[in-house]
Structures are given as structure tokens and as C-alpha cells.
């Protein structure tokens, strides 16, 4: 498959890149700093671009058959208003109708969206104190995503650790199973990588942890 990733110079999306290029599909990596992805591969194209530009991303999605969305904000920005992930989106499901492209991947984070009741008591207060502006804006990032018109699939991954891929996580579909916990980049990469041909969870939400 012809797969875009948007947001593929670090964290989930880097590693994402990695598997998905190790899964035998072709790779495009969307992001600010792709010139700085370390990898070396005939099947891995590099495109310098923001996420928040339509017409960046018109030229990435060009030819694609399924788009991995991993965006991320850095710690400082936590303290003030975030608008990324919902404006990213809002270009990128446009540009998707225009280029007829209708498979997402998209990641956003258990808290976002009808998960977030299911913080439990203890959490809910310091949730809010330091993730509550970048949830609230995921949250409507996910609003975006669901009415759209696309095939969509929105991983909710837990507390994000820097550990090896396991492939021994649980995915969590239904919204009575829905708990935090932890699970590392790695592993939310091979979910993501298994969904490129896979539409078991299209139009579900499920959270992963270990």
C-alpha cells in the first residue's frame, strides 16, 4: 500500500514510518524537520511540510491510499491554547475529499473525545490541570474525524513509554473496557501498521495499552 504519514520525524510517527517501510508498503513521511528522518530506504519518500498548510498536504496525499495522522505537541506547549490537532485535521479530511483519498489512521490519546468519563476520580483533576487544553483540542479533533465522511479508525493509545515493540498489548473496543494504563510507542506503531490493510476497526475508537 501507498501509505502517508503525517508527523513521521519523531515519537509515534517515526517509528510508525520504520515499521510500516519493514511491512514491505511505500512511505511517505509528511513533516517540518523529514529531512532529519534517519532512515535510509528505496520505498521512503521525504517531504518537508506543515501539516497545517493545505497545500502541503495536497502534494502528499497525491497518489496515497491511506494516511497514518500522528501529530504531537512538546511539553511547553501544554500551557497555553492548542489548536493543532483540530486545525490539522480540518485541512487534512478537506484535502482527502479533493484527492479522493477516504482510509485515516489517526491517533489522538485515551481521554480524548466520550473516553475521557472514564478517567478514573484520582486522575481526573491533574488530567485536567496539565493535559486538559491538548485533550480538549484532541477532543474535537476527533468530533472532526468522525463526521466525516471518511473510513476512519482513531487509536487512543494510554501513557506513552519509550520501550521495545512487543506485540503484547491489549486493545481495548468497547467503551465498558475502557481504562488508562501504559504502552509504548512501539506497540501503538504495530497497531497502527496493522491497520493499513486491515478495517476490523474502522469507525471504532479503542484504546491500547499493555
Known amino acids: 500500500m501507498r501509505v502517508l504519514i503525517i508527523g513521521a520525524s519523531k515519537g509515534i510517527g517515526l517509528e510508525t514510518t520504520r515499521q510500516a517501510l519493514d511491512a514491505g508498503h511505500v512511505v511517505r513521511a509528511l513533516a517540518r524537520s523529514a529531512n532529519a528522518i534517519a532512515i535510509s530506504n528505496a520505498s521512503l519518500e521525504k517531504i518537508r511540510g506543515d501539516a497545517l498548510k493545505p497545500e502541503n498536504v495536497e502534494v502528499a496525499l497525491v497518489g496515497v491510499d491511506v494516511v497514518i495522522q500522528t501529530l504531537g505537541v512538546g511539553l511547553g506547549d501544554l500551557f497555553r491554547p492548542v489548536h493543532l490537532f ?10 482527502m475529499r479533493r484527492q479522493g483519498v477516504k482510509r485515516l489512521i489517526c491517533v ?3 481521554g480524548a473525545g466520550d473516553s475521557r468519563v472514564s478517567i478514573n476520580c484520582l486522575q481526573r483533576l491533574p488530567f485536567q490541570i496539565v493535559f486538559g487544553r491538548a485533550y480538549d483540542d484532541k477532543s474535537l479533533q476527533e468530533k472532526l474525524v468522525k ?7 482513531i487509536a ?11 506485540g503484547r498489548y491489549r486493545i481495548l473496543a468497547e467503551a465498558s473496557q475502557w481504562r488508562n494504563g501504559i504502552i509504548s510507542r512501539a506497540d501503538v506503531a504495530e497497531f497502527l501498521v496493522r491497520q493499513i490493510g486491515d478495517g476490523a476497526f474502522i ?6 495499552i499493555n
Do not use: N, Y
Not at 483540530?86 to 484535502?95: K, N
Not at 487512543?156 to 521495545?164: A, C, I, K, N, Y
Open 86 to 95: 483540530s486545525d490539522a485535521t480540518g485541512v487534512l479530511i478537506a484535502a
Open 108 to 110: 489522538t490519546g485515551f
Open 147 to 153: 463526521e466525516s465522511e471518511l473510513d476512519w479508525t
Open 156 to 166: 487512543r493509545p494510554g501513557v506513552l513509554t519509550g520501550g521495545p515493540r512487543t
Open 203 to 208: 469507525r471504532k475508537t479503542p484504546v491500547l
